[in-house]
């Protein structure tokens, strides 16, 4: 049975108590240190390069600029909720086929990025895909590749598939 009185987040449709928290630590070190969900990752610490992004409420957000106190009670959703464990969802499986991923440090910011931006946009043109990306950064592909992924994703992606 959860206890009210225990510090908890909802996590990608769980509720999941945080053992010796601190809620002035930003929500990207909870996820990671406490929740041992490493899928989103730690670059900047300051807004800067999307490699954190998570979704809050149905809004894309940089993980590491969330205060975990202010996220209780508020639907997250990670990377890890993509896709069921053991498969991949059609952006992921793009990525692949394209070889849109390098060094991969910022693939998971850009998954949930595009996953966000293809349930409202299906047919993106390229600089809607660009303009969409501009906020993760990525210093390995030139972005070629990535937004060659995007399109291909748009063709066959699914909206009720993972985290919206
Ligand atoms: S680690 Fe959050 S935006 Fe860079
Ligand atoms: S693949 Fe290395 S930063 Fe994007």
């Not at 225990?6 to 945080?18: A, W």
């Not at 590491?64 to 959703?77: H, N």
């Not at 390229?126 to 592909?141: H, K, P, V, W």
């Amino acid at each position: 049975m959860p206890n009210d009185e225990q510090p908890h987040l909802n996590v990608n449709g769980k509720r999941l108590t945080i053992q010796k928290s601190w809620f002035g630590e930003s929500l990207l070190f909870t996820l990671r240190e406490r929740l041992g969900l490493y899928g989103s990752k730690n670059a900047c610490e300051q807004g800067e390069c999307g490699s954190c992004s998570i979704m809050l409420d149905e809004t894309l957000v940089c993980a590491c600029l969330v205060l975990t106190g202010s996220a209780t009670g508020r639907d997250i959703k990670t990377i890890e909720s993509l896709a069921p464990e053991g498969s991949l969802s059609t952006i992921q499986q793009a990525f692949i086929d394209t070889g849109a991923i390098q060094c991969g440090f910022c693939t998971p910011g850009l998954l949930i990025t595009i996953k966000d931006f293809l349930d409202e946009n299906t047919d993106p043109t390229e600089l809607e895909i660009r303009e969409a990306i501009s906020g993760n950064l990525c210093r390995c592909t030139g972005y070629g590749r990535i937004v060659e992924a995007v399109r291909i994703a748009s063709k066959t992606h699914d909206e009720s598939q993972g985290a919206s």
